[in-house]
């Protein structure tokens, strides 16, 4: 079975400070994993997804994911946060059926 | 490009009403998916559909919920009669094969609120 754990449910961060947030998964195959941000009463908007090749993706809005198989993880970065970063962030795994992590919070403080 | 466009938007029902929401998906899009998020959770799949066929609905409450995708375009999802617990965002989404691997775009979300 899939599954997705993001450990942290809220991380606050200063603007301008780096932002890490954790991804660990379980798949059977090789993994197709995405990250998909929330903003409040929107939708879910696609950040990055990695499907084979370079570890290290990159995405919109300046973040970046790595892939590590030996740790079952793909943790989402950005190095400079901006105000408007604030919002839900959500790790998935799949394929024709995603399943989602519980989503972490991020807020961002002035 | 257009993405997935959902509506209504935001709806406010009574316990034991019926409601519906509708979704565009991306054009060109075969593959269209309802999923389902409540409150500080992430969402969940109800029904997936290739272009008319609906290949996995294991997840859809059968006894209030229906779908449709008439001519494998836009679809419906409807719910009679709603419940307390139906209060949640309403996601459709479509994906497209590409770069080797299947990617997944959402709409903005129709909110339910019953009272």
């Known amino acids: 079975a899939q599954s997705v754990t993001q450990p942290d449910i809220h991380i606050t961060v200063s603007e301008g400070a780096s932002l890490e947030l954790r991804c660990n998964y379980s798949y059977g195959a090789t993994p197709y994993l995405f990250w998909y941000v929330q903003s409040p009463g929107q939708g879910l908007q696609l950040l990055l997804k990695?499907?084979?090749?370079?570890?290290l993706v990159q995405g919109i809005k300046g973040f970046e994911a790595e892939f590590k198989r030996s740790q079952s993880s793909f943790n989402l970065r950005k190095p400079s946060v901006h105000w408007s970063d604030a919002a839900e962030y959500f790790c998935a795994v799949g394929d024709y059926k995603l399943s989602f992590g519980a989503g972490t919070t991020v807020t961002v403080r002035a | 490009e257009a993405g997935v466009v959902q509506s209504p938007r935001y709806k406010i029902i009574e316990k034991k009403q019926p409601v519906a929401f509708w979704c565009n998906p991306i054009s060109g899009h075969n593959t269209l998916y309802w999923y389902l998020q409540n409150l500080g959770q992430g969402p969940e799949l109800l029904i997936r559909y290739e272009n008319e066929e609906a290949v996995d609905d294991s997840q859809l409450p059968k006894d209030r919920f229906s779908a449709e995708r008439l001519k494998g375009v836009d679809s419906t999802l409807k719910i009679q009669p709603a419940e307390l617990g139906d209060s949640a965002v309403y996601l459709c989404a479509s994906s497209s094969t590409g770069d080797g691997g299947n990617t997944i775009y959402f709409g903005e979300g129709s909110w339910l609120t019953v009272v």
């Open positions: 990695y499907f084979s090749g370079d570890t």
